[in-house]
């Protein structure tokens, strides 16, 4: 019996993604501190290993980050290449097995249960992907392997960087009563917070206290999952998904102002440069949704979402326009600075399932057509060819 029997699932991600894709082709950049992200006031989007030892992270807004690590270089983020390496890397995890759960453009859960064929172990499969990643990407990654998912992403984590942890069933326990409870798949700072109330500060604390305890703390559904985990019990299946070319669940945009805006007229503005923008990518994928989300940030961070969701599906930027601005004026602001706002579509299907009912005396042909005909010259002479008048001489925020 080796450590690995039994153990069909792994859990694959990069190490510091983004920035190491950014780095990859600049040797000379290699071992210093990189922070790939936006302007003086957007976020990190990822950090080297050299940057983090100095608190850098992602998400962390680029001004604090420059703080924590003044001698950091910023490198500014190529979604394209980003994606073309994902891309490939999901498509070397489905030469491998076709059960293959992406959760990030970084990140994806793989079950090897029917590989074991081609390999003798699924521990071999991790150290092959390991391998043909660095060979063929030029960077590393880290995998976790265990019986279950939420088992799978912890060891990942722990082998942090360019390693490879087994959690074996015979030592589930062992492997997960020491540690935090934060370390559980789920777990966020109020969770964790909540949990630290009641005196559990270790996986092992929140196991062995009694279920009706912690569902009461928690609520019914959070607390037996939680309590679940804490003994290595997940019924988490790998969920497969079609392809790296599948559509997203939803799409969206967001932008950050140079300057916090209590105009009015410049996050409309906004507004219609990202519903423009997200409708364009949901034509583009053949997909159409019916809930549109509003977000928006205010200057002390503090960020608040509003959704609709429509009669039919659609992928008319005016549709989303007037239902992104209908969210915003509902939620009456008073001369609120607002940092960011964004806009996304969600419950997206393929276009050619969706239907629509004409309202009487609707005409049967207008916005989708004028959008098609956007989409046509947008594709022949680029992205500057059609847009809103009201974006002609407003620059970009």
Do not use: N
Request: aromatic letters at 6%; hydrophobic letters at 40%; glycine letters at 8%.
């Amino acid at each position: 019996m080796t450590d690995d029997d039994g153990c069909p699932i792994l859990h694959v991600d990069m190490d510091a993604f983004y920035a190491s894709v950014a780095i990859r082709d600049r040797p000379e950049l290699r071992h210093l501190p990189v922070i790939v992200g936006g302007g003086h006031r957007g976020v990190v989007l990822s950090a080297t290993y050299a940057a983090r030892i100095h608190g850098v992270h992602s998400a962390m807004p680029m001004t604090r980050a420059r703080r924590l690590c003044p001698r950091a270089i910023v490198v500014a983020p190529d979604f394209e290449r980003f994606s073309a390496v994902s891309s490939a890397i999901m498509e070397m995890f489905r030469s491998v097995t076709p059960t293959v759960e992406p959760l990030s453009m970084d990140e994806a859960f793989l079950d090897v249960s029917g590989s074991l064929r081609r390999f003798p172990s699924a521990t071999a499969v991790g150290d092959y992907l390991r391998i043909r990643i660095f060979d063929e990407q030029q960077i590393t990654c880290s995998v976790g392997i265990a019986s279950t998912t939420g088992l799978a992403k912890i060891a990942s984590r722990r082998a942090k960087p360019d390693g490879l942890v087994v959690v074996p069933r015979h030592g589930v326990t062992a492997f997960l009563h020491p540690l935090g409870v934060e370390e559980l798949w789920g777990v966020g700072e109020v969770t964790a917070a909540q949990l630290h109330r009641l005196g559990l500060r270790t996986v092992g604390d929140l196991a062995h206290t009694p279920l009706s305890v912690v569902k009461r703390a928690l609520g019914p559904s959070v607390g037996a999952r939680l309590h679940a985990m804490a003994w290595g019990d997940d019924a988490r299946m790998v969920t497969p998904r079609r392809g790296p070319d599948e559509p997203d669940r939803s799409i969206g945009a967001d932008e950050t102002f140079s300057r916090d805006t209590d105009d009015e007229a410049v996050v409309r503005r906004e507004l219609l440069r990202l519903s423009t923008k997200v409708a364009a990518r949901m034509r583009s994928a053949q997909v159409s949704g019916r809930t549109v989300t509003l977000k928006v940030r205010f200057h002390d961070f503090t960020t608040i979402t509003r959704s609709r969701t429509l009669r039919d599906t659609t992928d008319s930027t005016q549709q989303v326009y007037a239902t992104a601005t209908q969210l915003f004026a509902a939620l009456g602001l008073q001369r609120a600075r607002i940092r960011l706002v964004g806009v996304r579509v969600e419950g997206l299907i393929d276009k050619a399932l969706s239907t629509r009912q004409l309202m009487l005396g609707e005409r049967a042909h207008g916005w989708e057509d004028a959008d098609k005909a956007v989409d046509r010259a947008v594709t022949r002479f680029g992205g500057a060819a059609v847009r809103p008048a009201t974006l002609i001489e407003t620059s970009r925020p």
